[in-house]
């Protein structure tokens, strides 16, 4: 008699789900029934390579995080992917030393007097974060109250009659190092997709761990690393357009009465599947949808999640961010410049004689426009929170003239020349298969909460022999790596070997 195979199942196909996959399949040599089921029409999940305006671009995920020990780079190089392709890319080579700040109004901001000192203060606080030296700021555990105190100090210590080369006779010196520090604000807002950084858990932020060396983009394109991994799947491992809404299993310390599988999936088409083991890798969006209140977004749980798992999904962070492309059309040969949003801070508010601006409040948090590389005629911004959102919410017409209205106010003898021509923006706020970008450490929670994502269901005591029924991989899982693609692809690692070793396969 053969030994039935045991069947594992993998709910998503995004990087955490595709790296389970290939995992297992490697290693254990069809000892496994296999399968990969899939919501959306495409593999990849938040990694998403399109064209637009005949360059190629990325919609999700866009950058190796440093190349030093990152496991997307060594795919990226074993499979020549950082090659110069036939077209062009993201490629993200437009950053000079010393951008061009400007400033709300139109004028360029001094970079060695004002612009430099600001960002290197504004890194330096950051940095301190990042290696545990920060303290929180009268009491306040978020990143927000923290860097304020970090300006203020800088503030009143500084020389108080610099001369900056303000340019301008409406800016005062505090007003213009406002600005220049809301807008590294902004860069953080989008790096950690927080909306608000009073709810970046100051102290959360020294574990988190970050590759040395370049931060680059992929030539020929970031879904490559999941063709890759997908492309050693025996055919027929992946079913697309399965979306899974309820996961039966059993908590108890019975198995199945009738000896059947453990654990049953029902998917929206009513079809039903039974596995052995079951990988979660859907995003932390998409579980907290579950264990809120029920308007079928989401994935059910039956019986429900434990409290440990559950209070986790709710604490920690899953924040809103969007990518916005602008095709230029311009009769100048100047190329477009890379350059960096300062906006007054000091809005008129009620009739309060502060200033007016016509730039629409949901493009106030872009920290910069940028060519996506030298001379390219298309721009990206951006978005993050509620910004994003609207973004999401908007017709094109609205982003166009909202954009023209920047322009306006800050280079307008560049905007003379041209217009926008078409505009493609990411929507992962509300895509129900995401219902967000990425994760971040918030005040409520804390770095074990990532910890208590990753544990497998049942709950098994030291000691106990694990069941695995429910598993958990997926960018929102890992401590040190969480909200990146090596942070998903190393979950994806970590929940294969569980099953390995469970099976006692391999090393
Ligand atoms: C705008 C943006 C920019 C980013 N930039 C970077 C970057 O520069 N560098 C970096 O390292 N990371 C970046 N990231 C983060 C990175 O993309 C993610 O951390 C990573 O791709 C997450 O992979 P995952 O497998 O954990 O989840 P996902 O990619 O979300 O995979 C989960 C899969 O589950 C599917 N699914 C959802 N619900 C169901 C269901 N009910 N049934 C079946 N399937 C379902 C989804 O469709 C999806 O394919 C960015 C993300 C975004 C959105
Ligand atoms: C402006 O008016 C709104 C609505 O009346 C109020 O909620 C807000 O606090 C006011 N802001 C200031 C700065 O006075
Ligand atoms: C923030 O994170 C730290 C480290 O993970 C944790 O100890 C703390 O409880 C969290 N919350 C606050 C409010 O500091």
């Not at 860097?147 to 900056?164: D, F, M, S």
């Not at 303000?166 to 604000?185: H, K, N, P, Y």
């Not at 690393?225 to 799947?233: K, T, W």
């Not at 005591?461 to 899982?477: C, D, N, S, Y």
Request: glycine share 10%; net charge negative; hydrophobic share 35%.
């Amino acid at each position: 008699m053969v030994a039935k195979k045991a069947k594992i199942v993998i709910v998503g196909a995004g990087i955490a789900g595709l790296t389970t996959a290939y995992r297992l399949h490697a290693a254990s040599h069809n000892l496994f029934d296999l399968t990969v089921f899939e919501a959306g029409n495409r593999i990849g999940g938040r990694i998403l390579t399109a064209d637009f305006a005949g360059d190629r671009i990325e919609m999700g995920a866009t950058w190796i995080h440093g190349i030093g020990g990152s496991p997307v780079y060594a795919i990226a190089t074993e499979q020549n992917l950082l090659e110069e392709p036939s077209c062009n890319w993201e490629r993200m080579d437009g950053f000079p030393s010393d951008p061009l700040t400007v400033a709300e109004g139109g004028f360029t901001v001094n970079h060695d007097n004002l612009a430099r000192p600001i960002s290197s203060l504004y890194r330096h606080l950051m940095d301190d974060a990042r290696t545990g030296d920060a303290t929180s700021a009268d009491g306040d555990p978020g990143v927000r109250a923290y860097l304020r105190r970090g300006l203020r100090q800088y503030q009143a210590t500084r020389a108080a009659n610099t001369n900056t080369g303000l340019g301008d006779d409406t800016w005062s010196l505090e007003a213009i190092e406002e600005s220049l520090f809301a807008m590294e604000e902004c860069t953080e807002r989008t790096c950690t997709s927080a909306d608000d950084l009073s709810d970046l858990n100051l102290s959360a932020e020294s574990e988190y761990k970050e590759f040395p060396g370049d931060h680059i983009t992929i030539a020929k394109g970031y879904s490559q690393i999941v063709e890759h991994l997908a492309s050693a799947l025996p055919p027929g491992t992946i079913h697309l357009g399965k979306k899974v809404c309820l996961v039966e299993w059993c908590s108890g310390d019975g198995s199945s009465p009738d000896g059947s599988p453990p654990v049953r999936l029902h998917f929206s088409d009513d079809s039903v599947v039974d596995a052995d083991h079951v990988i979660v890798t859907v995003s932390l969006g998409v579980l907290k949808a579950g264990i809120g209140k029920g308007d079928g977004k989401g994935i059910k749980f039956d019986p429900a999640l434990p409290d440990f798992k559950s209070k986790a999904i709710g604490r920690l962070g899953f924040g809103v961010v969007d990518k916005l492309f602008l095709q230029m059309e311009t009769e100048s040969r100047e190329a477009f410049p890379f350059v960096r949003l300062a906006f007054r801070q000091d809005l008129e508010e009620n009739g309060s004689k502060r200033h007016v601006s016509k730039i629409p409040w949901w493009i106030r948090k872009t920290e910069s426009i940028c060519p996506i590389y030298r001379e390219s005629h298309v721009l990206l911004a951006w978005f993050a929170g509620k910004e994003a959102m609207h973004l999401e919410s908007l017709n094109d017409e609205e982003i166009i003239s909202g954009v023209h209205a920047t322009l306006d106010g800050f280079l307008p003898s560049i905007k003379a020349g041209c217009r926008i021509a078409s505009v493609k923006r990411s929507r992962w706020g509300t895509d129900p298969l995401f219902l967000g970008s990425y994760s971040y450490v918030s005040v409520a929670s804390s770095v074990d909460d990532l910890d208590l994502m990753a544990e497998p269901l049942p709950r098994v005591k030291r000691g106990e022999v694990p069941r695995l029924q429910i598993l958990f991989a997926g960018e929102a899982t890992h401590r040190t790596h969480y909200s990146t693609t090596h942070g998903a692809y190393y979950s994806g690692i970590r929940e294969a070997d569980r099953l390995l070793r469970f099976y006692n396969v391999g090393n």
